[in-house]
């Protein structure tokens, strides 16, 4: 059985999006937390609002990762920035995004993989470049 979390994306959409945390991911404290999530053919970065009890009737994807050790916004801040959604008519993702600093949302997710080992020679040409 795997978690059930909500998550606010900075997308003009006034709906959080549902995701699953695998159960042996034991983690306490969610709710101010980054996550990686897929949305589409696009890798996004959510703030988790709330972990829910009842599981959907519809498929649910799991998160790609779990960027903070610990919450980024408080309590506090994730009330306030619900607020300003309200007050200033955006969405609560939007609102929470403003609130981070500039370079606290990865872009993209990407992942290398080394199909061959270069040899000395390979490695001497790359470094004269």
């Known amino acids: 059985m795997s978690l059930i979390i909500k998550v606010a994306l900075p997308l003009p959409v006034h709906e959080l999006f549902t995701y699953s945390i695998p159960e042996e991911t034991?983690?306490?404290?969610?709710?101010?937390?980054?996550?990686l999530v897929p949305l589409g053919k696009r890798t996004m970065t959510?703030?988790?609002?709330?972990?829910?009890t009842e599981k959907p009737k519809f498929e649910i994807k799991p998160v790609y990762e779990i960027l903070d050790e610990k919450p980024v916004f408080s309590?506090?801040?994730l009330e306030?920035?619900?607020w300003i959604s309200q007050y200033y008519f955006c969405s609560?993702?939007?609102?929470?995004?403003?609130g981070l600093p500039t370079g606290m949302s990865p872009k993209s997710l990407m992942r290398i993989h080394i199909l061959k080992?270069?040899?000395e020679k390979e490695l001497a040409d790359i470094k004269k470049k």
Do not use: C, M, Q, T
């Open 75 to 77: 309590s506090h801040l």
């Open 80 to 82: 306030l920035a619900d």
């Open 117 to 119: 080992f270069p040899n």
């Open 92 to 98: 609560y993702g939007e609102a929470l995004k403003a």
């Open 46 to 52: 959510g703030i988790i609002i709330s972990e829910e």
């Open 26 to 35: 034991s983690v306490k404290g969610l709710p101010g937390r980054r996550v």
